[in-house]
């Protein structure tokens, strides 16, 4: 039942690192959790236009780590680090902790299923055509060398009475393999006629094919 379960949820402590790096006494828990979804939704609302696609935190005694990946970083770190300066203290000031932020590239946003979909959901709310908008999607991530690729779209597609569901997909996408690599990414469309949703999974390969190749281009 693996196409039932989060794909990155279902791989989380196996081959996928987790989101949240920390421990804490049983009594601070939930704070610090709710603490992290701060962190996160505030980012992604002020910042959404860096094209961020994964927001990692680490916390020792003394600050708190927030680790962006973006596939525009230049807009998060600015001229001379004035952009993350900026976003730090908001974020000192969200929580009343030291924060120390990190700022990662993604060098191939095509291949990141979360901006993926945020960019057919975009497409979408600028009412595009629904099925142009998912082919394009498939296109660019298969030719940025993706294995597999499933993107699916459900709502009033194309402002049609009844809900449905589309779904476009092309190489191959084993849910279900622990050792497959597989992006997993949603989004949700406001259009004028009611939300859509956007779901989309890329297959990189598998994890122990990938460390491979990599250590041989390392060698070479």
Same mark, same amino acid.
């Given at each position: 039942?693996?196409?039932?379960?989060?794909?990155?949820?279902?791989?989380?402590?196996?081959?996928?690192?987790?989101?949240?790096?920390?421990?804490?006494?049983?009594?601070?828990?939930?704070?610090?959790?709710?603490?992290?979804?701060?962190?996160?939704?505030?980012?992604?609302?002020?910042?959404?236009?860096?094209?961020?696609?994964?927001?990692?935190?680490?916390?020792?005694?003394?600050?708190?780590?927030?680790?962006?990946?973006?596939?525009?970083?230049?807009?998060?770190?600015?001229?001379? =680090? &004035?952009?993350?300066? *900026?976003? +730090?203290?908001?974020?000192?000031?969200?929580?009343?902790?030291?924060? @120390?932020? %990190? $700022?990662?590239?993604?060098?191939?946003?095509?291949?990141?299923?979360?901006?993926?979909?945020?960019?057919?959901?975009?497409?979408?709310?600028?009412?595009?055509?629904?099925?142009?908008?998912?082919?394009?999607?498939?296109?660019?991530?298969?030719?940025? =060398? &993706?294995?597999?690729? *499933?993107? +699916?779209?459900?709502?009033?597609?194309?402002?049609?009475?009844?809900? @449905?569901? %589309? $779904?476009?997909?092309?190489?191959?996408?084993?849910?279900?393999?622990?050792?497959?690599?597989?992006?997993?990414?949603?989004?949700?469309?406001?259009?004028?006629?009611?939300?859509?949703?956007?779901?989309?999974?890329?297959?990189?390969?598998?994890?122990?094919?990938?460390?491979?190749?990599?250590?041989?281009?390392?060698?070479?």
């Amino acid at each position: 039942m693996g196409q039932k379960i989060h794909p990155t949820g279902f791989r989380v402590g196996i081959t996928e690192p987790w989101r949240s790096r920390w421990y804490a006494p049983k009594r601070a828990f939930g704070q610090l959790l709710v603490e992290d979804e701060k962190i996160r939704a505030h980012i992604k609302r002020e910042y959404g236009f860096a094209a961020i696609a994964r927001i990692d935190i680490e916390r020792t005694r003394e600050e708190v780590n927030v680790i962006v990946f973006a596939g525009r970083p230049g807009l998060l770190i600015g001229r001379k =680090g &004035a952009e993350v300066d *900026k976003i +730090r203290e908001e974020l000192e000031a969200l929580t009343g902790r030291r924060i @120390r932020l %990190e $700022v990662k590239e993604i060098a191939k946003p095509e291949l990141s299923a979360q901006l993926v979909a945020e960019n057919v959901a975009q497409q979408l709310e600028k009412r595009a055509a629904f099925r142009r908008a998912m082919k394009q999607a498939v296109d660019g991530t298969m030719q940025a =060398g &993706a294995r597999g690729i *499933k993107v +699916r779209c459900a709502g009033r597609l194309g402002g049609a009475e009844m809900h @449905r569901s %589309e $779904v476009t997909n092309r190489g191959s996408v084993p849910l279900q393999k622990l050792s497959a690599n597989i992006d997993y990414g949603c989004a949700m469309a406001r259009c004028p006629y009611g939300v859509l949703g956007v779901k989309v999974w890329i297959y990189l390969g598998e994890y122990q094919k990938q460390a491979e190749e990599t250590a041989s281009g390392d060698d070479a």
